[in-house]
Nanobody, 121 residues
Framework: QVQLVESGGGLVQPGGSLRLSCAVSSSIFSINAMAWYRQAPGKQRERVAAITRGGTTNYADSVRGRFTISRDNAKNTVYLQMDSLKSEDTAVYYC???????????????WGQGTQVTVSS
C-alpha cells in the first residue's frame, strides 16, 4: 500500500556531493514527517535529518551545515542534499516516512530499501 523508492547513492570523493531522493507512492495514505537515517558497518542506525510536512527540519550534529533535507509534498518525495562529504559519512542511507491512513487516522512507519553511499578517494 505504501512503496518507497530511493535513488542517488554511489561513490564520491571526500569533499564531493550527492543528492538522495525517496519517492513515496500510496493512494490511501497521507504522508507526515519524512526522514533519512544511515547505518555504517558495525554501528547502530542513526537519524541524519528529518522534515515535517510543514517544512520544519532537524539535523544530527554530525551533518548540520553540510546536509540539507527538503521535500516536495505534491510529489511525496523527500531529498537529501549532501555536500562536503567525509569518509565517515559512508553508510547505507534509509528513507523513513510516517504515513497516515486516511480512512482510519492510524499512522504507520515505513522504510525504504536503503542506498549505499561511499565516500572514498
Amino acid at each position: 500500500q505504501v512503496q518507497l523508492v530511493e535513488s542517488g547513492g554511489g561513490l564520491v570523493q571526500p569533499g564531493g556531493s550527492l543528492r538522495l531522493s525517496c519517492a513515496v507512492s500510496s493512494s490511501i495514505f497521507s504522508i507526515n514527517a519524512m526522514a533519512w537515517y544511515r547505518q555504517a558497518p558495525g554501528k547502530q542506525r542513526e537519524r541524519v535529518a528529518a522534515i515535517t510536512r510543514g517544512g520544519t527540519t532537524n539535523y544530527a550534529d554530525s551533518v548540520r551545515g553540510r546536509f540539507t533535507i527538503s521535500r516536495d509534498n505534491a510529489k511525496n518525495t523527500v531529498y537529501l542534499q549532501m555536500d562536503s562529504l567525509k569518509s565517515e559519512d559512508t553508510a547505507v542511507y534509509y528513507c523513513n516516512v510516517g504515513a497516515v491512513q486516511t480512512t482510519t487516522g492510524h499512522e504507520y512507519i515505513y522504510w525504504g530499501q536503503g542506498t549505499q553511499v561511499t565516500v572514498s578517494s
